[in-house]
C-alpha cells in the first residue's frame, strides 16, 4: 500500500500544484504515485502522457493508471520507448464525477506506473538525475466536447502506367485516299 505524506503532499501542492513530480527540461516525470491538483472547468479532460523507460518491449510494457476520486479514468500500457499518447476522457461518461463536473471541483489526479527506473543509473551523460522516472505527464486542460475525428482522406489520384510506351496518335486519313 502506498502511504502518504500529508504535510509533504499539501506543501508541494501549495508551491507546484502536484506532488510525485521531478521536473527535467520541459517534462514533468512522474514518481511511481503522482498527484496533480486541478480545477475542473469541462466535462472534458484533456492529456498527454509520454514514456521513456529504456527497458521496455511488448512483452515487458510499462502500465500507467490515471484516476480522480478512486475512479479509472485509463489504464495505459506502453510498450515502446520515447512514445506520447494523447487522451480526450469526457467526464460525463463517468456517473461517479458527474458531481465533479457539475460542482467545478478542485481534484487530484493519481498517476500510477507499475515500474520505475532512475537515468542515472542506464546513461552516464545523466549521472545527476537519480531520481525515479515513471512518465511525463503534461498539464490537464479542459474543454466542453470531445474533439471530432479527422475527415476521412480523400481517395488516391489514379497514377498513370509507366511501363507501357505510349501510342502516337496516326493523322487521320485524307478523303479520297
Not at 502536484?18 to 514518481?31: L, V
Amino acid at each position: 500500500m502506498y502511504t502518504l505524506d500529508e504535510t509533504k503532499l499539501l506543501a508541494a501542492l501549495e508551491k507546484t500544484g502536484d506532488f510525485g513530480f521531478n521536473r527535467k527540461g520541459t517534462d514533468r516525470w512522474s514518481e511511481k504515485n503522482a498527484y496533480v491538483l486541478t480545477k475542473v472547468t469541462g466535462p472534458v479532460m484533456a492529456f498527454t502522457l509520454g514514456c521513456a523507460h529504456p527497458a521496455i518491449s511488448v512483452t515487458n510494457p510499462v502500465k500507467v493508471r490515471v484516476s480522480m476520486n478512486k475512479v479509472t479514468l485509463t489504464n495505459t500500457v506502453f510498450n515502446e520507448a520515447l512514445t506520447r499518447q494523447s487522451y480526450e476522457i469526457d467526464l460525463r461518461t463517468k456517473p461517479q464525477l458527474q458531481t465533479v463536473v457539475d460542482n467545478q471541483d478542485t481534484v487530484l489526479v493519481r498517476v500510477q506506473v507499475d515500474r520505475t527506473w532512475v537515468p542515472a543509473e542506464v546513461y552516464p551523460q545523466f549521472k545527476d538525475d537519480t531520481f525515479q522516472v515513471g512518465v511525463a505527464v503534461s498539464p490537464i486542460s479542459w474543454k466542453e466536447e470531445l474533439t471530432p475525428p479527422a475527415p476521412p482522406a480523400p481517395p488516391a489520384v489514379p497514377v498513370p502506367d509507366v511501363t507501357t510506351p505510349p501510342v502516337e496518335p496516326t493523322a487521320p486519313e485524307k478523303p479520297g485516299e
